[in-house]
RNA sequence: UCCUCCUUAGCUCAGUUGGUUAGAGCGGUUGACUGUUAAUCAAUAGGUCCUUGGUUCGAGCCCAAGAGGAGGAGCCA
């Protein structure tokens, strides 16, 4: 019996005349009274390999069995196709039915489906071509994140899942605990007694591994991390997930000039990636872009194609916009003169709305927008403080159609600063003792950022809405698969 | 959490001013067809009009509440 050979494989290296086994899920059927065509997909490619039954040579009562979303195992000789459409085809000398498909209830059909609708059926939905394409490029993306920090030189450390801390103050958290919901022990004033808890204190969901890249940047010089992250915000937006996944590198001896090259050159790294490995899947997705957008009207269109959106990024260079600056240029911006901001910019030290950011990247610099130095009272209390007194050294990457890609900033080293600003944010200091800590011994200037890995995938892939980057999403109401 | 919109056949959607028997395309089924490309052609089956309550002689259509979905905002990655 033949091996069974991978339909990727066989494109690649197509062996004419050889007995080929091949084993995948039915796309189409086609065909007349004399002969069937049978396109066939393993998920190794987009492409299809196209069957071709003698309707005299294989029964008909297995060619029945032969429907959309069947599973069957085909062999036969390969050869150069008759047909337009394909090089090579399989003709058909044995067909087995690995797994019927009752085309009467088999939601799958070879026409197009509505996104939401493909949601409902997450468990399906990776058979089409659209959503394999994705998780190809998707994987091609996580495997790119790796191979760019180990050819660097950095050290991948995994951050908990299950953190003690609760001072990250990066959203609200889901909650790990054994206790019994209905009956918790309590203390004698009567909240719940965590210290009867499985780890003896309030644990929940990370958030974030910032903290403990730190250490480990710390010690190591540079780690990344690259984990799971939840959020238990109640958001409902196509750029929001409540189980994520995040890239985090730290580095020792990095000032917020470095962290904004690094930052850039990785997603520009990460891009390239997914045009030299991927093109198969891009072309496609292109494709279904263009097509989406033919319902839109004119000026909701993209101005460029996926790929050349693409292609762009790693052409040009990321405009680097200082706070202040920024500000400037939506306080005299048309939109902001005709009251057309739902948050008009007044006055230096407002926090940036959606429809600012959106401004600055998509009309006015029209590329990916570096902002930093940011006022300290908007941002998180572990960003560096600038001597101004006013800005800390925060920076978040803005991407058209996406916006906030990145956030990072040069971490704040010196003890005394740091740990004045955990009292004047009422951060339990308690808590983040060893965190603290690494300030007191053997302290260092050291930066990082976190890149919404799910963020990345939405604007490689041009879809739009980030339930569809990822296999299973979670969102409020939402985790049946 | 807030705002706006949507929910009619397996899917995508139409359904006029509230009026008698609910419409299309795709998909399914049956048949035709000498190599098809989301094949084509013909016939055919298929409905809790999201749920509950109300208004009305009469509700897919109007009103209220609820459920689910989408987009936007906030939170952020």
Known sequence: MAKRIRIKDILINPKIGEETLVKGWVRTKRGNKNVAFIAINDGSTIKNLQAVADLEKVDEGLLKLVTTGACVSVSGQLV??????????????????????????????????????????????????????????????????????????????????????????????????????????????????????????????????????????????????????????????????????????????????????????????????????????????????????????????????????????????????????????????????KKKFKYLIDAWGADLQSEHERFLVEKHFKKPVILYNYPKSIKAFYMRQNEDNKTVRAMDILFPGIGEIVGGSQREERYDVLKARIKEMDIPEESMWWYLETRKFGTAPHSGFGLGFERLMSFVTGMKNIRDVIPFPRTPGNAAF
């Open 80 to 337: 150069a196709s008759e047909g337009k459409g394909q090089t090579v085809e399989l003709i058909v000398s044995k067909l087995d039915v690995l797994g019927e498909a009752n085309p009467e209830e088999y939601p799958l059909q070879p026409k197009k489906h509505s996104l939401e609708f493909l949601r409902e059926i997450a468990h399906l939905r990776p058979r089409t071509n659209t959503f394999g394409a994705i998780f190809r490029v998707r994987h091609s993306m996580i495997f790119a994140v790796h191979k760019f920090f180990h050819d660097k030189g950095f050290y991948n450390l995994h951050s908990p899942i299950i953190t003690g801390s609760d001072a990250e103050g990066a959203g609200e958290m889901f909650r790990v605990t054994t206790l019994d919901p209905s009956q918790p022990p309590k203390t004698d004033d009567g909240q719940v007694d965590f210290s009867k808890d499985f780890f003896g204190l309030e644990t929940n969901l990370t958030v974030s591994g910032q903290l403990e890249g730190e250490l480990g940047a710390l010690a190591l010089s540079d780690v990344y991390t690259f984990g799971p992250t939840f959020r238990a915000e109640n958001s409902n937006t196509t750029r929001h997930l409540a189980e994520f996944w995040m890239i985090e590198p730290e580095m020792a001896f990095y000032e917020l000039e470095d962290n904004m090259d690094l930052a850039e050159e990785f997603l520009k790294f990460l891009v390239q990636y997914a045009l030299n490995n991927c093109m198969d899947d891009l072309e496609f997705l292109n494709q279904r872009v263009i097509e989406e957008e033919k319902v839109m009207k004119q000026e909701e269109r993209s101005e460029l194609s996926l790929i050349e959106r693409l292609q762009f990024i790693i052409d040009n260079d990321f405009e680097r916009v200082d706070y202040t600056e920024a500000i400037d240029v939506l306080k005299n911006s048309n939109p902001n003169k």
